[in-house]
């Protein structure tokens, strides 16, 4: 029985570090195991320009703890304003990695985003020009669609008519949530998806059975159990074009515990933990380093990390602390439900 892995130090393709206070108490939580992050633009106000996305990273910059070995990659808030060469100069200048497109309404803080796609076609080709890449929130907003059928709905009426007027546009399907999102990725070209930490453990029965669960409820929302069964099975294949994006969203608990509750799982604290015991249950922990380390970069073209992490499974289960203290309250870590032995070492 393997009981320790030495792997090249992973990223983190899809992440939310808010602002201020809460900035300050998670980052830490990211920088302890990831080398790099993408940093989602989602904030109030959004980061939609260059200058705005330069001073966030500053901020991320100030936050991060003595001695951090990390690097927050930025990305811009694609609006129907956006300008081109706004976006092209601060791809060119490596400033951003990514531009993230948000359905208007789709989501926390999305009522900026894109509700007429003709508007945004010419940052889109420019984008595909320069090879910056598109991330891309997946879910339609119509009303009359159930939201357990949001994602695969948004594939046949956005993603594919979108990717048919922009063939050469690099895409990003971020955390996708069904068979439908596995299945169309591995169809299609210049299309990669992040899949998160929590969607390869949890059902929509763990959010709805024996009570509500709000801290399992995030966007898009967990699937039957087929189709975290799909997610599983993408995520341990090795297949370059699926990796890690933990989509680790940290709200305070009273906006979690609330009548109306936020969308979000805070899984930055033990996602490297989680994983070990998700790959290992596949007997694939062989192929941990590429879903968390090696393909994110390639479909980004970046260079893959220099440093390792060591991962170790322990006799006794490893106690995670339930909950970050922020300056704005607390934020509950994600609960795997069951027992996880590895730890980073
Ligand atoms: O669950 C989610 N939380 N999904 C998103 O798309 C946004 C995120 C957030 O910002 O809290
Ligand atoms: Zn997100």
């Not at 076609?121 to 339609?140: I, R, S």
């Not at 995030?218 to 995520?235: D, G, I, N, Q, S």
């Not at 922990?285 to 479909?299: I, M, Q, R, T, Y």
Request: hydrophobic share 40%; with cysteine.
């Amino acid at each position: 029985m393997i009981r320790k892995l030495t792997i090249t130090r992973p990223d983190d393709w899809h992440l939310h570090l808010r602002d201020g206070a809460m900035l300050e108490a998670v980052l830490p939580e990211t920088a302890r195991d990831f080398s790099r992050a993408i940093i989602m633009p989602n904030l109030v106000p959004p980061v939609v320009t260059a200058k705005q996305a330069a001073a966030y990273r500053d901020r991320i910059m100030a936050a991060l703890p003595e001695g951090a070995d990390f690097a927050p990659l930025m990305t811009l808030y694609l609006t129907e304003d956006t300008d081109p060469a706004d976006v092209a100069a601060a791809f060119n200048d490596g400033l951003i990695t990514a531009v993230k497109l948000y359905p208007a309404g789709a989501t926390t803080n999305s009522a900026s985003g894109v509700k007429d796609f003709d508007r945004v076609m010419p940052v889109l080709e420019k984008m595909a020009e320069v090879g910056c890449t598109l991330c891309v929130h997946g879910e339609v907003t119509d009303p009359a669609v159930d939201i357990f059928d949001r994602e695969a709905v948004f594939i046949d009426r956005v993603l594919a008519p979108l990717r048919r007027r922009v063939p050469e546009l690099r895409i990003t399907m971020e955390h996708i949530t069904t068979k439908d999102g596995v299945d169309y990725i591995a169809a299609s070209e210049n299309i990669a998806g992040s899949i998160t930490t929590h969607h390869l453990i949890i059902n929509r029965n763990h959010i709805l059975v024996g009570g509500i669960k709000p801290h399992y409820y995030c966007l898009p929302v967990a699937k039957r159990e087929l189709h975290r069964v799909a997610l599983v099975a993408a995520a341990t294949s090795g297949d370059p074009r699926y990796f890690l994006g933990t989509d680790s969203a940290p709200h305070t608990d009273p906006n979690k515990e609330s009548a109306c509750g936020c969308a979000g799982v805070f899984s930055a604290t033990n996602t490297m933990s989680c994983l070990a015991h998700v790959f290992e249950a596949e007997n694939a922990l062989d192929k941990l380093e590429a879903f968390a380390s090696l393909n994110g970069p390639a479909h980004y073209r970046l260079p893959v990390n220099s440093s390792k992490i060591t991962l170790e499974k322990q006799e006794e289960a490893v106690i995670f602390p339930s909950k970050v203290e922020t300056g704005d309250g607390p934020v509950t870590v994600f609960d795997p439900g069951f027992p996880i032995y590895w730890r980073v070492a």
